[in-house]
Nanobody
Framework: QVQLVESGGGLVQAGGSLRLSCVAS????????MGWYRQAPGKQRELVAA???????DYADSVKGRFTISSDNAKNTVYLQMNSLKPEDTAVYYC???????????????WGQGTQVTVSS
């Protein structure tokens, strides 16, 4: 069993900052990607940022220059530093990880329960 637990969401004014954290725990042999998706009301879930085990990162165009993803591989933790927040960043943010548990199933996608980020204008 693998669990992803997010923290750090909340309410912030436009221009403010928040830092999200996500810890993966359980039967973990290897993690090759961790990242963040978000889903706003009435919209599809979209990739916000991702980081692989080598440290390479990928960002949605809408957050480049404002958000920074980082990870602590020893702690199976991924962070999302969000600066210069805009009302359009309001969404439920979901942690994602591509994890190998050492079984015959290979790498499997896991998701956190989501954390609400609300940016007021």
């Amino acid at each position: 069993q693998v669990q992803l637990v997010e923290s750090g969401g909340g309410l912030v004014q436009a221009g403010g900052s928040l830092r999200l954290s996500c810890v993966a725990s359980g039967s973990i042999f290897s993690i090759n990607v961790m990242g963040w998706y978000r889903q706003a009301p009435g919209k599809q879930r979209e990739l916000v940022a991702a980081i692989n085990s080598g440290g390479a990162t990928d960002y949605a165009d809408s957050v480049k220059g404002r958000f920074t993803i980082s990870s602590d591989n020893a702690k199976n933790t991924v962070y999302l530093q969000m600066n210069s927040l805009k009302p359009e960043d309001t969404a439920v943010y979901y942690c994602y990880a591509h994890i190998h548990s050492g079984t015959q199933y290979g790498f499997v996608d896991y998701w956190g329960q989501g954390t609400q980020v609300t940016v007021s204008s």
